[in-house]
């Protein structure tokens, strides 16, 4: 069950995005929301003087706490409960992000992502590519030119993994508690090539139920991989949300050669719901003593 979802905001038109999917998700989940925006510069703030931060566009701590602030005020106008906080980066917003869902035993972590290349992500480490790493709990990521749809078309990828089935059970979840019609879709890259497409199409539609699926599809992953077989799909179906799972690969495997969900972020034209097979996160927190918080009203 979904009850406790993580908002992760900064200052970017996807964030925006981001709010207003937790917002809709909060209020048809009867959730809660905690917005956590990560202060990436509190110290390059306090030692240089107002006009000069502004010249140089960084953010001082009194625009981080407006930011949360606001955001807080727009959730709870459309009645849902949510707080907020701001919390100091200590050289990586990502762990800070994954330490505060674990801390808050988030179910779930929405945030935008921004539109850069594949290889800067690589190479200095994307914080919507590491977070769906690295979180502990589903991560929902809002690509950018991806829609902020209704949330009542949803797409499943399945090619039965552990992470499939947990996307196939997250799914049904969501189909249930939002009415929505759901797509399976299996797209073989032939990895799994033991079990028979048909058949994990079939299961995966049996666990969400008959009354929820509005068709089934099965599909060669063909030279473009699993990711660009599921992109169509979504775009034709007009989703308002893409499902998928991640295998269980290394923290260094899957930051260096990346996969189908790495690939979806910088293709799917929706947001994006990556769930994981369940295991912690192989990011450790930094020790309590070294952070600090604060909380916005």
Same mark, same amino acid.
């Given at each position: 069950?979904?009850?406790?979802?993580?908002l992760?905001?900064?200052?970017?038109?996807?964030?925006?995005?981001?709010?207003?999917?937790?917002?809709?998700?909060?209020?048809?989940?009867?959730a809660?929301?905690?917005?956590?925006?990560?202060?990436?510069?509190?110290l390059?703030a306090?030692?240089?003087?107002?006009e000069t931060l502004?010249?140089?566009?960084?953010?001082?701590?009194m625009?981080?706490?407006?930011?949360?602030?606001?955001?807080?005020?727009?959730?709870?106008?459309?009645g849902?409960p949510?707080? +907020?906080?701001?919390?100091p980066?200590? &050289?990586?917003?990502?762990?800070?992000?994954?330490?505060?869902?674990?801390?808050?035993?988030?179910?779930?972590?929405?945030m935008?992502?921004?539109?850069?290349?594949?290889?800067?992500?690589?190479?200095?480490?994307?914080?919507?590519h590491?977070?769906?790493?690295?979180?502990?709990?589903?991560v929902?990521?809002?690509?950018?030119?991806?829609?902020? +749809?209704?949330?009542?078309?949803?797409?499943?990828?399945?090619d039965?993994?552990?992470?499939?089935?947990?996307?196939?059970?997250?799914?049904?979840?969501?189909?249930?508690?939002?009415?929505?019609?759901?797509?399976?879709v299996?797209?073989?890259? &032939?990895?799994?090539?033991?079990?028979?497409?048909d058949?994990?199409?079939?299961?995966?539609?049996?666990?969400?139920?008959?009354?929820?699926?509005?068709?089934?599809?099965?599909?060669?992953?063909?030279?473009? &991989?699993?990711?660009?077989?599921?992109?169509?799909?979504?775009?034709?179906?007009?989703?308002?949300?893409?499902?998928?799972g991640?295998?269980?690969?290394?923290?260094?495997?899957?930051?260096?050669? +990346?996969g189908v969900?790495?690939?979806?972020?910088?293709?799917?034209?929706?947001p994006?719901?990556?769930?994981?097979?369940?295991?912690?996160?192989?990011?450790?927190?930094?020790?309590?003593?070294?952070?600090?918080?604060?909380?916005?009203?």
């Amino acid at each position: 069950m979904i009850s406790q979802i993580l908002l992760a905001i900064d200052r970017s038109k996807q964030a925006l995005k981001a709010q207003q999917v937790a917002g809709k998700l909060g209020s048809s989940l009867s959730a809660e929301v905690e917005v956590l925006h990560i202060h990436e510069t509190p110290l390059t703030a306090s030692v240089y003087d107002a006009e000069t931060l502004r010249r140089e566009n960084v953010e001082t701590s009194m625009e981080a706490s407006t930011l949360v602030r606001r955001a807080v005020a727009a959730l709870r106008d459309r009645g849902i409960p949510a707080s +907020g906080t701001v919390r100091p980066s200590r &050289g990586s917003t990502v762990r800070e992000i994954v330490a505060a869902a674990r801390e808050g035993r988030a179910d779930l972590l929405v945030m935008g992502a921004l539109g850069v290349s594949r290889w800067r992500e690589l190479l200095v480490g994307g914080v919507a590519h590491a977070a769906v790493q690295l979180a502990p709990c589903p991560v929902l990521i809002v690509p950018q030119g991806g829609k902020a +749809g209704d949330l009542r078309r949803l797409v499943v990828g399945v090619d039965g993994s552990t992470g499939a089935a947990r996307a196939a059970e997250l799914t049904c979840e969501l189909a249930h508690r939002l009415g929505a019609a759901v797509l399976v879709v299996h797209a073989s890259d &032939g990895s799994l090539a033991e079990q028979e497409p048909d058949t994990i199409a079939a299961d995966a539609a049996g666990a969400i139920g008959p009354d929820r699926v509005a068709a089934v599809r099965v599909r060669a992953a063909g030279k473009g &991989g699993v990711a660009s077989a599921l992109q169509p799909e979504a775009a034709d179906y007009d989703a308002d949300l893409l499902v998928v799972g991640r295998r269980g690969r290394s923290t260094l495997q899957r930051l260096l050669l +990346g996969g189908v969900s790495e690939r979806l972020l910088q293709i799917a034209p929706c947001p994006l719901l990556v769930a994981h097979p369940p295991g912690r996160s192989e990011i450790e927190d930094p020790p309590a003593t070294q952070r600090a918080t604060t909380t916005v009203q």
